[in-house]
């Protein structure tokens, strides 16, 4: 399938990601980050149904379910790949990851349900952190922030544990 | 205006992790399981042009740092239970609204995970504050600030490091 085989180097993505990331923090004095967006996220879909539970708990007083900086940019994200992937004709509605499917099969609800559950997961710990690959590991590593590479590396550690679990002598 | 240069930065950083194909659960779990290290070489790419960057406006006084602060137990904790999860989904939270825009709609599960996930979080971070988040505090520590040498120093290591793992993992064709 050549349309799914165009793409840059990631030497080249990643280096330029870097000066965009340094024009981030020169231009609106922001690191890149995207975790707490989904903190912010969930407060505004609990709003809906439980204004007081979000009132009142004080995590979701310490980051409030509003529009910031990070919330846009996580939207951002998703455009510009969304952009990139039409320009380039790499755009493929795709319910089943390639590797998934060699290994669990095409169910997509198989896949539905370890995403969500994989996903729940890796969000509590990604707070618990205090970041993601993102705020730890690109915006803390290249600041050579301690909790930087502690946790990036902790990230890589649990995901290689779950990975073997996962896909076994594959 | 800085919803507008966070959705501008979006944009582009959304840009280039699908030119650079790091959008994508095969490539994600092709670096955990040690067959395909596109997602490597993009981070690592990143960090070296970003931390020299940083680091040199840092020194014109243009920029400040931000730093997270070193909190064993939770770094620790959290970033082992943020690995296992990751292994399990394949995306990260930047990567999964990313691979939403390039159609890979497994991630609407990944995101919808997400955000349960931080809700769940809101309900334990009280406990959590009296315990975990009391185990090996630091504060705000950085390579350089515990090494007590010059920044430039420390960066040159790195960068001579990342660029040896690069190395490596382009001679074993990963």
Known sequence: MPS???GWSPYLAGALSGLVSVGSVLVAGKYLGASTTFVRGAGMAEQLYAPDVVATLSYYLKEKPVFDWQFLFVCGIALGAYLAAQLSG???????????KARFGPSPWLRGVAAFAGGAVAM??????????SG?????????????????ACFFAGGIVMARLLYRGK | ??????????????????????LRYDKQLGALRLKDMTIVKFMLSHIMVAMVG????????????????????????????????????????GTSVGAVGEGRLDALWAIAGMLAGAAIFARCY??????????????????????????????????AVFAAVLRFIERKGL
């Open chain 1, 124 to 133: 509590f710990g990604a707070r618990l952190a205090d970041g993601c690959p």
């Open chain 1, 90 to 100: 790499d755009f493929k509605v795709q319910l089943v990851p390639d590797s998934w």
């Open chain 2, 1 to 22: 205006m800085e919803l507008f240069f966070g959705l501008i930065t979006g944009v582009l950083f959304g840009f280039l992790l699908q030119r650079g194909q790091v």
């Open chain 2, 126 to 159: 009280d406990a959590l504050l009296g315990t975990v988040y009391t185990w090996g505090v630091y504060g705000k520590l950085t390579l350089p600030g515990v090494l007590g040498v010059s920044h430039w120093l420390v960066i040159m290591v790195l960068l």
């Open chain 2, 54 to 93: 940083i680091y040199l406006l840092n020194d014109l006084g243009l920029v400040k740092l931000s730093l997270k602060a070193t909190i064993l137990g939770a770094n620790i904790l959290g970033g082992l239970i943020f690995g296992l999860g990751w292994g399990l989904v394949g995306y990260c939270p």
């Open chain 1, 4 to 6: 799914q085989t165009k």
């Open chain 1, 136 to 152: 730890h590991g690109l915006s803390g590593m290249s600041q050579m922030a301690i909790s930087g590479y502690v946790a990036g």
